[in-house]
């Protein structure tokens, strides 16, 4: 059964920076990917950011894009989420999910929606204060 642990949220300034953690435990296999979604109140899920754990592929919505980086640490079995620049509209409950995938794959086409993964961490809470 795989498990994923969200932590590192926390209260933070506009214009400043966090970073998420995703503990990740019970893969079969090397191949899968880790993506980050979040949800502020009255609004849909939304994937933001997601790594192959085989290739390192990485794809990164627009809304965050320049501004948070994914990265794994396959030793450790985690994934992170440096969030830089922060703007009040990146508030939101903030979710680590999985796929195990089978084979090494590339996320560019996939990986976007919360339909494509399988296993989800509990959220934690980003606030932006201005």
């Known amino acids: 059964e795989v498990q994923l642990q969200a932590s590192g949220g926390g209260l933070v300034q506009v214009g400043g920076y966090v970073r998420l953690s995703c503990a990740a435990s019970?893969?079969?296999?090397?191949?899968?990917?880790i993506g980050w979604f979040r949800q502020a109140p009255g609004t849909e899920r939304e994937g933001i950011a997601c790594?192959?754990?085989?290739?390192?592929?990485?794809y990164y919505a627009d809304s965050v894009k320049g501004r948070f980086t994914i990265s794994g640490d396959n030793v450790k079995d985690t994934v992170y989420l440096q969030m830089n620049s922060l703007k009040p509209e990146d508030t939101a409950v903030y979710y680590c999910?999985?796929?195990?995938?089978?084979?090494?794959?590339?996320?560019?086409?996939?990986?976007?929606?919360?339909?494509?993964?399988?296993?989800w961490g509990q959220g934690t809470q980003v606030t932006v204060s201005s």
């Open positions: 999910a999985a796929v195990e995938t089978r084979a090494p794959v590339g996320v560019g086409p996939r990986y976007k929606t919360a339909y494509d993964y399988d296993d």
């Open positions: 019970g893969f079969t296999a090397d191949d899968y990917v």
């Open positions: 790594i192959s754990s085989s290739t390192g592929s990485t």
